[in-house]
């Protein structure tokens, strides 16, 4: 067998020929999309591209009018948030969502199903510690979240995916508010959730991040799929001119 069709069997989510409108507008024209397990995946496109509509047809929050959604091979049905979380598909926004009233460690586990009424809050402690280690962060867990920085936020979103079996974490446009040294901070904790499995889908507009994080790098333009390549089989020049649809010399 193929190293290619080996790899194909391995999708822990596949999208194929999704189609979504919205009026008149086609946000997404037949695209496709593989997620693997342990890669990271930089998703590009210009402003209209299709990335946030994709991510949000994967998360539950729109529903495709037509195409099939794959998980491990079988085809599922996310047809709300909650139907997400159960298939460990999670979505980190710009703005992470934190309750700044509850503590770092309240706020990783906030909205466990498994948990019961009982709250150990020891063992809560414990575990919290142990995750934020996993992730190489040096969080307090007692300390209230409305202490944290953006950066900090976002890695305690992280700390909470990890502790509800995330398999696809999705980050849009994650390190638009982050300073260069947060921006270190998020990619050894995306590094992290490689290391432990996870499909990473990466959203973002810098593309020297794309080439400093991913293993594998698609372009979308005007709702269609137009590439998907291992990192090393592409470069800032080709993935701008598959971005734009023509050569960047022939704007100048
Ligand atoms: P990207 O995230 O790549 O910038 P989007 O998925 O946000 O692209 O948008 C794709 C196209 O769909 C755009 O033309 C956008 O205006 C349109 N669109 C996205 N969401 C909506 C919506 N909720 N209502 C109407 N049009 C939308
Ligand atoms: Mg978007």
Redesign the pocket.
């Known amino acids: 067998m193929s190293a290619i069709s080996a790899h194909m069997r391995d999708a822990v989510l596949e999208m194929r020929g999704i189609c979504?409108s919205?009026?008149g507008?086609?946000?997404?024209d037949g695209a496709h999309i593989a997620l693997h397990a342990g890669e990271v995946h930089a998703l590009l496109?210009?402003?209209?591209?299709?990335?946030?509509?994709?991510?949000?047809i994967m998360t539950g929050l729109?529903s495709a009018d037509s195409g099939e959604l794959l998980m491990d091979g079988k085809p599922v049905h996310i047809g709300s948030p909650a139907d997400a979380q159960r298939h460990g598909v999670v979505a980190i926004y710009q703005e992470p969502l934190i309750f700044p009233d509850l503590t770092v460690a309240e706020n990783i586990f906030m909205g466990h199903r498994d948990r019961g009424r009982l709250v150990n809050w020891r063992r809560l402690r414990r575990d919290a510690r142990q995750v934020l280690g996993v992730l190489d962060v040096d969080l307090d867990p007692n300390a209230p979240a409305s202490t944290l920085t953006v950066g900090e936020q976002q890695a305690v979103e992280i700390a909470k995916a990890m502790t509800q079996d995330v398999r696809v974490l999705i980050m849009?446009e994650p390190t638009a508010a982050l300073s260069a040294h947060e921006v270190r901070r998020l990619f050894r904790q995306v590094e992290q959730l490689r290391a432990n499995g996870v499909a990473v889908l990466f959203?973002t507009h810098r593309l020297d991040e794309v080439f400093e994080i991913s293993d594998r790098v698609s372009v979308?333009r005007d709702?269609h799929h137009i590439s998907t390549r291992p990192v090393a089989d592409t470069n800032q020049g080709l993935a701008v001119k598959e971005m734009v649809g023509r050569e960047l010399g022939d704007f100048f």
């Open positions: 979504k919205f009026g507008t086609r946000a997404l496109g210009e402003n209209g591209a299709g990335k946030s509509t994709l991510i949000k729109y849009d959203i979308f709702g």
